[in-house]
């Protein structure tokens, strides 16, 4: 398939730019999703692809996504992404730098972050060459580690949820259980603790799941055997497609809500949770956490607005629930109409506004 094919295919963007040096050994693509809302934000992953096909493949789903995130946690943003192929050890002073020029040379369309392969430190070469970039240490005016909000409006999505399937919010006596211990899920078992959940976790780092049972008190299993706990509440906050062939039949919780990316390995596994009367919190309607403390840090970072930001997530969450009964159609379907009914309906605004002058 060709770039201009592949940008309809994977849903119709309007921009992608090709960056090469030689000299700093950096081969990168930028795609820029949707800038209806806002200037596009999204993380800059660094992957030793195997063919450029599959980074332009991924670049361009991931900018999707982040249109899609941004517009469902109202921010004033729009969708886009950044891929730098290459390995960990190819990384430099130079080649980032020479990135964030690249970065720079479009304006403010794209601003980026951390993401996989990348880090704060790598973060503040590019700041070297472009106001562009978030995520760079407090000391610079950064937000800091995203995780506590992150984690902070997953709770809040899983109390409206809770409140969808359970008629109440309270977790009081809920049975929850939570797969990873990392710094989301953490900060969540911090959070449903407080509100006397009854919370059985795993990890596949034994030492995590010592301290937060030292901690909490809370029961341990092993990594495999937290889609057999008989749970109210099944949270996942480690990997990406947990919901799949293999799992979805063992589970027997009434509620899908957790900080994991991309929890559905395919659409018709979220359908498919729907007909087993097992409510699903989109992925991405409840872990904008992280995003909307980006934004806050464009602003001039302060924490309590990113929490309180990150509390609007509650009514999201509920919004897209009631879409998704009000239309008779799966939740993470509900999520996309919602997040483009936003978008269509802000940028008639800008139009109008525009076209009127
Ligand atoms: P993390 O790396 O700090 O934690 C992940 C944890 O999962 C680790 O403790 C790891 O040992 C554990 N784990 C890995 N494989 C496992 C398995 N098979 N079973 C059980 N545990 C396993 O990551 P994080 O920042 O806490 O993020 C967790 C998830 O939330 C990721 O999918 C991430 O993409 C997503 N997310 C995070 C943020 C954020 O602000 N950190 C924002 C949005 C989405």
Known sequence: MGVFESMLHEGSHEQVVFCRNDAAGLKAIIAIHD??????????????????EEALTD???????????AAAAGLNLGGGKAVIIGKRDQKSEELFRVFGR??????????????????????????????????VAPAHGGSGDPSPVTAFGVYQGMRATAK???????????????????????????????????LTVTDIDEKRCNRIKEE?????????????????????????????????????????????????????????LGERGILYAPDYVVNAGGLINVYVEMEGYVRDRALRMAGGIYQNTE???????????P???????????????????????????
């Open 102 to 135: 690249f970065i720079e040379s479009l304006n403010g369309r794209y601003i980026t972050a951390e993401d996989v392969g990348t880090s704060v430190h790598d973060m503040e070469y590019i700041f070297m060459e472009t106001k562009y970039v978030t995520g």
């Open 59 to 69: 670049v361009l789903r991931l900018s999707r996504g982040m249109t899609y995130k």
């Open 319 to 329: 919004r897209v629930i009631n879409i998704s009964r009000e239309q008779g159609i």
């Open 216 to 272: 909490y008190g809370c029961e341990v299993v092993t990594p495999d055997s937290i889609y057999d706990v008989d749970c109210d509440i099944f949270s996942p906050n480690a990997l990406g497609a947990v919901i799949n062939d293999d799992t979805i039949g063992r589970l027997k919780c009434k509620v899908v809500c957790g900080g994991s990316n991309n929890q559905l390995k395919e659409d018709r596994h979220g359908k498919e």
């Open 164 to 198: 969808a399937a359970f008629g109440s919010e309270s977790f009081k006596d809920k049975r929850i259980a939570i797969q990873g211990l990392g710094n989301v899920g953490k900060n969540l078992v911090r959070h449903l603790h407080e509100e006397g959940a009854k």
């Open 331 to 357: 939740t993470y379907e509900a999520a996309d109409r919602f997040a483009e009914e936003r978008i269509e309906k802000i940028g008639q605004i800008k139009k109008g506004f525009f076209g009127g002058i």
């Open 35 to 52: 800038t209806t809302l806002g200037p596009a934000l999204g993380g800059c992953r660094m992957w030793h692809y195997e063919t450029e």
